[in-house]
T-cell receptor, first 110, second 114 residues
């Protein structure tokens, strides 16, 4: 099975908040990442959090990390249609090699 | 260019043929990664280059897959005797150093094996 798990699909109304959840297994991960992939485009780094942090906020994005439960979440405030994409959670090992989840497809409806 | 560049963007090939995919990392980035993304699946690590060190090839799925990198520049991923299950998007990424630096991804090469 995968070391990083995410739900596959999320539907959200425009203007609402989106929360995407991720669980990982490597307790030695030092960085955890959120990437965004829009149709036909490569991956874009959205944000990342160091493992000794509980929370990181960057404009509309809030990352929460529960290291005890190995749970990571990404909250997008005031979700817009441009936020429709696939969101990948990833953990980095000590070499910087990333392990990705399968991605969460976020669909924003008017 | 300013970003990671991959070519070709699309490649259609017949089963059994060899293909070569190219990646131009961001200038000065010492670390380079190849990933594969099959339809509906997450990213799968293939190979990692760091400077002049021996590459980490632990993700290569079979001996039909190989990759080279000259110094800290261009990398090529070669797939010999392609099979239909090789159809995927192949993504290249680079980072300034090796450990826990954010990765910059190219747009990928869509490989279709008929």
């Amino acid at each position: 099975g995968e070391d990083v798990e995410q739900s596959l699909f999320l539907s959200v109304r425009e203007g609402d908040s989106s929360v995407i959840n991720c669980t990982y297994t490597d307790s030695s991960s030092t960085y955890l990442y959120w990437y965004k992939q829009e149709p036909g485009a490569g991956l874009q780094l959205l944000t990342y959090i160091f493992s000794n942090m509980d929370m990181k906020q960057d404009q509309r994005l809030t990352v929460l990390l529960n290291k005890k439960d190995k749970h990571l979440s990404l909250r997008i405030a005031d979700t817009q249609t441009g936020d429709s994409a696939i969101y990948f959670c990833a953990e980095a090992d000590s070499w910087g090699k990333l392990q990705f989840g399968a991605g969460t497809q976020v669909v924003v409806t008017p | 260019g300013a970003g990671v560049s991959q070519s070709p963007s699309n490649k259609v090939t017949e089963k059994g043929k060899d293909v070569e995919l190219r990646c131009d990392p961001i200038s000065g980035h010492t670390a380079l990664y190849w990933y594969r993304q099959r339809l509906g699946q997450g990213l799968e690590f293939l190979i990692y280059f760091q400077g002049n060190s021996a590459p980490d090839k632990s993700g290569l799925p079979s001996d039909r897959f190989s990759a080279e990198r000259t110094g800290e520049s261009v990398s090529t991923l070669t797939i010999q005797r392609t099979q239909q299950e090789d159809s995927a998007v192949y993504l290249c990424a680079s980072s300034p150093h090796s450990t826990n630096e954010k990765l910059f991804f190219g747009s990928g090469t869509q490989l279709s094996v008929l």
